[in-house]
């Protein structure tokens, strides 16, 4: 049986299939992936959370290569009044990781305060090998849905830990309008 589509080239009945070919490549080839245009309130909740990001990674990058879990949690501490504006009216928290992902401190303090190990998650491994920022979705234990943003930390070309900010959807939506496909969608590398 003949392949018909290289039939056409090799006997020069085929002439149109290069050009559609070089087209196809030209238009696939010139397309890139750009996040979709945001709704006002994801627009000001990426904004709030990078600054909130930015700052955090200020202030921990000293105490986190150091590994000095008191002054860790002093820098969270320090930094809630900046958190604090990018959620007022939601419960949040701040975590910061070493690079394998176990807990060295967390603001505020919600739970039993014992050490935790994340570094099976996706969203931790992800954001330690991408050295990028990445979100993700969690479910709760009750089945409410938690959003995560997760910041490494480099000093050098090196993840050095990471710092993660969580926000109930629920409050995130009520704050901001924000739906999980939204979320889910934001590019907070740009």
Same mark, same amino acid.
């Not at 149109?16 to 750009?34: D, K, N, S």
């Not at 900046?82 to 959620?87: E, F």
């Given at each position: ?11 020069? #009945? ?5 050009? /559609? ?28 959370? #990078? ?17 000095? +879990? ?18 007022? /009216? ?6 910061? /990781?070493?690079?394998? *992902? ?8 919600? *739970?039993? *305060? ?11 491994? #992800?954001?330690?090998?991408? #050295? ?10 009750? *089945? ?8 490494? /930390? ?10 993660? +900010? ?25």
């Amino acid at each position: 049986m003949r392949n018909l589509w290289w039939s056409g080239f090799s006997e020069g #009945k085929g002439r149109l299939w290069p050009a /559609l070919l070089l087209g196809a490549v030209i238009v696939l080839g010139g397309c890139q992936a750009r996040e979709a245009p945001l709704s006002p309130g994801a627009a000001t909740f990426k904004q709030e959370v #990078k600054k909130c990001l930015d700052n955090l990674t200020a202030s921990l990058m000293a105490p986190v290569a150091k590994k000095d +879990v008191p002054a860790i949690t002093a820098a969270l501490e320090k930094a809630e009044s900046p958190a604090v504006k990018l959620c007022r /009216l939601c419960p949040f928290e701040i975590g910061v /990781l070493n690079p394998s *992902g176990e807990t060295l401190a967390v603001f505020p303090c919600k *739970g039993d *305060g014992k050490t935790k190990n994340f570094s099976s998650y996706d969203l931790i491994i #992800k954001a330690a090998k991408s #050295k990028k920022i990445q979100q993700q979705r969690f479910f709760l234990q009750d *089945g409410s849905q938690l959003y995560m943003v997760c910041a490494p /930390l480099i000093s050098q070309e090196t993840v050095i830990g990471l710092v993660a +900010v969580a926000i109930s959807s629920k409050d995130a939506e009520q704050r901001w309008g924000l739906k999980e496909k939204e979320f889910l969608a934001l590019d907070f590398n740009t």
